[in-house]
């Protein structure tokens, strides 16, 4: 039996009986580290996919070990038995405890659609059963912050940040990244989500896709400072980044947020 701590990020009908119906739930997210005892915090940190199948034989189990149910969006800790055959992807659901609910999401919409953002990028941007602790941390640190907190664009835009730098695909913002000519401070420059970073006005033609990005918006992305006026187009930014590395757009396109 596998004990893991780890943030859900699917949906699951509250309760035993509720879950027993996830049966037919086609997939369930989780941001896991792994921990073997409940109060050890090992370094490791995994997404772990495919929750879904719960075993009626295990009622009794779940009746004394699960709490109240599996909400979006909250931290616990979860014991399964991994799938038998890794391609079904589903394990065998035995023990849920709920350690932090992040209620302070649901008090507004723009901390929720968020969250969810967050959730959604990680997910897609993580393997199953790769360790990523520093993005456990940064995420759990994000949805703690947004419980409190009125602005949330500035806090995605950190957080994309340290998703695409935990997954190597910061885009390379000093230089061509066709044929290295250095890219000078203070000017506005081609950018190509696909090529991972700038691209000069001489490889520009000969990209496939490139975007036009302002000299301000430059100078925020590299310096890691947006104000009120670059904040928005950094934030879209770095959500067409990630949406051109998973091969589609993201939530953040039909949220208020953007
Ligand atoms: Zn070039």
Known sequence: MTLRRGLFFGSAPAGVAGALEAL????????????????????SAAHVDGLA?????????????????????????????PAIRAEAGLGTLTEWRQTQ?????????????????????TAA????????PGLFEAIEQLLTTLCTSEE???????????????????????RCVTCDLPAPEGRAAFYSAQQGGLVCRICQPKTQE??????????ALREDHCDAETLPAVLDLLDYTIAHV????????KSPLI
């Open 152 to 174: 949330v664009a500035g806090l995605l835009v950190a957080f994309q940040r340290i998703l695409l730098e935990q997954a190597g695909l910061w885009p390379d913002l000093t």
């Open 101 to 121: 609910p992040f209620l302070g999401l649901r008090a507004t919409l723009p901390r929720w659609y968020a969250a969810q953002y967050a959730a959604e990028i």
């Open 210 to 219: 490139t975007r036009k990005i302002g000299a301000a918006v430059l100078a």
């Open 24 to 43: 037919d739930q086609p997939r369930q997210d989780m941001f896991c580290d792994r921990t073997r005892r409940k109060r050890s915090v090992d370094p």
């Open 53 to 81: 199948h719960l075993a009626q034989d295990l009622e009794p189990v779940l009746g004394a070990e699960v709490a109240v149910g599996i909400d979006l969006l909250e931290r616990g800790e979860v014991v399964f038995l």
């Open 125 to 132: 941007m993580t393997e199953q059963g790769d360790p990523h």
């Open 246 to 253: 998973i091969g589609r757009p993201t939530s953040l396109r």
